[in-house]
């Protein structure tokens, strides 16, 4: 079942999301050599517990930190460490979910550490501006496809793949709902492409190789890395689609 939410549960969901990006403006402060992921999310976690918030990737099937933070060749959950410290010239993706009065919001973005190279900046504003072409398909009568065809378009089109192992997806009182909302369109996807309705609340999160598309897990059973080891960057925003268009939930 694909469930709408309201207007008052999107407020509710936006108030979470308000949570979650000022989480990560407030550990973006923090992303400098010498610091640790552990120190990250540790701030991450007093953060949003400080505002009654409850960390939606802890304890989650086992994973055993308050946040996913990954690291230049790593493309998602990455388990925060004391011995993993930032180094100047790094880029780090830093995921948060967070649930606020039964309701959920989850925004990922990728920083850099200090200064980075021009491929590495690159790379960033692709993946950002990717997630913006996705957002701004996010309409009613619109389909899914449609999304996911204008971040595929968009990548593609700059020299980089999309991760095709994980997805966006629904959310609202859970972290994942219904439907999945891929970063690319095939053939098989197509057969189920959904009609985008107003109160449809996704989590848009385009994954964007400077390499391959392909990916591995480590043997820690969590951290996703590139297959060919090349840089990975990872933004996303929940968003609601409205009458009047995309409402991005998790801003300021």
């Known amino acids: 079942m694909i469930e709408l939410k309201s207007p008052l549960e999107i407020m509710k969901m936006r108030e979470a999301g308000r949570v979650v990006a000022q989480a990560l403006g407030e ?29 939606l990737f802890y304890r989650y099937n086992g994973f055993p930190a308050h946040s996913c933070i990954s690291i230049n060749e790593e493309v998602v959950h990455g388990i925060p460490s004391k011995k993993r410290k930032l180094r100047e010239g790094d880029i780090v993706s830093i995921d948060v979910g967070v649930r606020l009065e039964g309701f959920c ?27 913006d072409e996705g957002i701004a398909a996010a309409r009613p009568g619109a389909r899914v496809s449609d999304i996911s065809r204008a971040i595929q378009t968009f990548v593609e ?11 966006g997806h629904g959310i609202g009182r859970k972290m994942h709902e219904k439907p999945q909302v891929p970063n690319y369109v095939d ?65 300021m």
Not at 33 to 55: M, Y
């Open 27 to 55: 550990v973006e402060r923090w992303v400098r050599p010498g610091v640790s992921t552990e120190d990250l999310d540790f701030i991450i976690r007093d953060f949003v517990l400080a505002r009654q918030g409850e960390l």
């Open 105 to 131: 919001s989850d925004s990922a973005k990728t920083m850099p550490v200090g200064e980075i190279g021009e491929d590495a900046r690159h790379l960033l504003s692709v993946c950002s501006q990717s997630l």
């Open 187 to 251: 053939a098989g996807f197509l057969k189920d492409d959904l009609v985008l309705k107003p109160g449809l609340v996704l989590a848009i999160e385009p994954m964007v190789n400077a390499g391959t598309a392909d990916v591995v897990t480590l043997k820690d059973k969590w951290t996703v890395v590139t297959q060919d080891r090349k840089l990975s960057a990872h933004f996303e925003h929940t968003v609601a689609v409205t009458e009047e268009g995309p409402l991005v939930l998790t801003l």
């Open 157 to 167: 089109s700059r020299g980089y793949s999309v991760v095709r192992q994980f997805v």
